[in-house]
Each structure stands twice: as structure tokens, then as C-alpha cells.
């Protein structure tokens, strides 16, 4: 049995390998023909000679991420260890906005990157992905930067207001009171970023606005960093309208899942229009982030991916009853 040694050097191992050396855990799970031993900062590693060599490039760049980022989880472990050939992030060293608590806010990921690249070169960018994979999060931290940079002199954050599954007019309160859970996400978003009370005295001040969709009819929004978030959740009309309210300077993230619709029945996603539409134009950039990009916790992932597998064969079935129901009707009209 061959052996290997890696010493983790100018890391703290605890910080490395996790709580209750959970990202060793899941690197013993990706590699169950390896025995791995971890002690302070020496690694051992036994095992065929083949595998020990695919583990150590591995293994490289779990170093070379944690060096660059000083953070890790599980499912970045994953996505560094299963990827054949990691895709380059042409900007990976690019700080978007500096945290609260020296927390250093950028890309994590290829496609991440691949939406600040678009948002440098387009005027309206759509990101589309499933939960978890930093859309809202990226698109809240370039705003962020637009404005400390004095780019623009407002940011505004939007979503649809559609319940999903439950109803607002049963929560207590005015409708502000009504609708700020529902924009909880932006606010945690902005709240990592800005220093409470800057983030406060933009709010009274309307430099920083958080505001249901229907909000946005009849107005140009110019000089500005604008998101419309959840945007799966609009119609035809809403997101023609929200489109056409841009203005001079201004910059547009829509962002969305197609695969969590809240809309009634037969009711048509804007977002899924307007990606059909708007494809082409130019000055529009298209960013599709998938389950490699999610950044939550593992599990996410899994559910994510158990979700797609049921839903394509729900999608296959249906195909196959139309084609079905097609086909008798054909026959029965000919006999």
C-alpha cells in the first residue's frame, strides 16, 4: 500500500477541516478506496498509486479555494473534487464588497463569475438558476459596489408579490408591515453588506428602495441599480412593464427560478417569456446557474437534483398521455 503526506501549511485545522471534521467526512465518503488519516496539520494517505495521484490534484484545489476564499463547505468539496476539468473564474480575485465583521463578499463560483462579467458588459442581465446558487446574493453585492462607487445614486429591489401557498392578507399590519417578511431575503442580503445604521439612513432616504413589483408601474428609473428578484413569479404584462421602466444609467439583474412558479395555473412565467423573447438582443446578458453553484448547505443540492429526476418524468408522462390521448382521438374520428 503507497503512502502519501500533505502538510497543510498557513491553515488552522479546525477552521479547514470544519465542525466535528465534517468536510474530512466528506471527502473519506468521495474517496472510500483511500484511507485517510488527519492529524493537526499532517494528512496521511494510503492507497493505489493511481487514486493517491487523481486525490492529490484533487485535493490541490481545495487548498488553492480555501487560500483564496478562507471558507469551505460541503457542497464546494464536492463540486472541487467531482469536477473532470474546473472552469477558470477570469476574476476570481475581484472583492465585490467589503462585509461586516472584514467578511470579503465575491463569486464563489464559475457561473457567479460569469454573471459579474455580464453585468461589467451589459446593461440587463438574467440570471436563472435553481434555490441556493447566489443569484440574489451576487446581484444585492454588485448593487452594493454600483453605489459605494457612485455608479448610481439609488439602488431598488423588487419582487412579485405572490403568496406562495399561503396569504398575505390574513398576516397583521399595514401593507408595509404585510410585505416586508416577504422581502426578508434583500433586507438579509443588504444587511451583510452595510453597517446597520447606513443601511437604516439609506432606507429613509430612498437611496436604498424595497418595494413590491406593482410599486414600479408608471416610473423610469434612472440613475440606478435595479433587481427584480423572484421574477418566475411575474406575467406577461408585469414583466413588460418592469423592463420598460429603464432608464438612463441604469443597470437591470432579473433574476429567477423557473422551476418554482407560484402562479395559478395556465398562467404564463414572464420570465420564461421573456427568455424566449429577449434572446439575441444586444446588450441583454444570460447567465444559467445550476445545482454546481449552490452555495447553501449540501443538502440543498440533493434536493434540488431529487426534485429535477421527479419532475422530468412527471414531464415525460405528461408528453406520453397527450401523444396518447392524440392518437385515440385520431382513430376514433377515422372509425
Excluded at 465585490?96 to 457561473?111: F, S, W
Excluded at 453585492?141 to 454600483?146: D, N, P, Q, S
Excluded at 392524440?326 to 374520428?333: G, K
Amino acid at each position: 500500500m503507497n503512502e502519501r503526506i500533505i502538510e497543510l501549511e498557513h491553515i488552522t485545522p479546525k477552521d479547514f477541516w470544519g465542525a466535528q471534521d465534517i468536510h474530512l467526512e466528506v471527502i473519506k465518503k468521495l474517496y472510500p478506496k483511500l484511507k485517510i488519516v488527519a492529524r493537526g496539520t499532517t494528512m496521511k494517505i494510503y492507497g493505489e498509486a493511481e487514486i493517491l495521484d487523481q486525490f492529490q490534484t484533487r485535493f490541490d484545489r481545495i487548498l488553492k479555494y480555501y487560500e483564496k476564499y478562507s471558507q469551505l463547505n460541503e457542497n464546494i468539496i464536492e463540486r472541487l473534487i467531482l469536477d473532470d476539468v474546473p472552469q477558470r473564474m477570469d476574476k476570481s480575485d475581484e472583492i465585490l464588497v467589503h462585509g461586516l465583521g472584514g467578511k470579503l463578499i465575491k463569486a464563489t463560483t464559475p457561473n457567479q463569475q460569469k454573471m459579474v462579467d455580464l453585468v461589467f458588459k451589459n446593461d440587463m442581465v438574467f440570471a436563472v438558476g435553481p434555490a441556493g446558487t447566489g443569484k440574489t446574493y451576487t446581484g444585492v453585492a454588485l448593487a452594493v459596489k454600483a453605489l459605494k462607487e457612485k455608479q448610481v445614486k439609488r439602488i431598488i429591489l423588487t419582487r412579485p408579490a405572490v403568496e406562495a401557498g399561503e396569504n398575505l392578507g390574513f398576516l397583521p399590519g399595514d401593507m408595509k408591515e404585510k410585505l416586508d417578511p416577504y422581502m426578508q431575503p434583500l433586507y438579509d442580503a443588504l444587511r451583510d453588506m452595510l453597517p446597520p445604521t447606513t443601511l437604516e439612513d439609506y432606507l429613509l432616504k430612498g437611496i436604498i428602495q424595497i418595494a413590491p413589483l406593482a410599486f414600479m408601474r408608471g416610473r423610469t428609473l434612472d440613475n440606478a441599480f435595479v433587481i427584480l428578484d423572484e421574477a418566475q413569479n411575474t406575467t406577461h404584462s408585469q414583466m413588460k412593464m418592469f423592463l420598460t421602466r429603464m432608464g438612463k444609467n441604469a443597470k437591470f439583474i432579473i433574476t429567477g427560478d423557473p422551476g418554482q412558479v407560484d402562479l395559478p395555473r395556465k398562467v404564463t412565467s414572464g420570465l420564461r417569456e421573456a427568455l424566449r423573447i429577449l434572446e439575441g438582443v444586444e446588450g441583454i446578458g444570460f447567465v444559467f446557474l445550476d445545482d454546481k453553484d449552490i452555495v447553501r448547505h449540501r443538502l440543498v443540492k440533493k434536493i434540488v437534483e431529487a426534485y429535477k429526476i421527479v419532475e422530468t418524468a412527471n414531464e415525460f408522462a405528461s408528453h406520453q398521455n397527450y401523444y396518447h390521448n392524440n392518437n385515440q382521438n385520431t382513430e376514433n374520428a377515422t372509425s
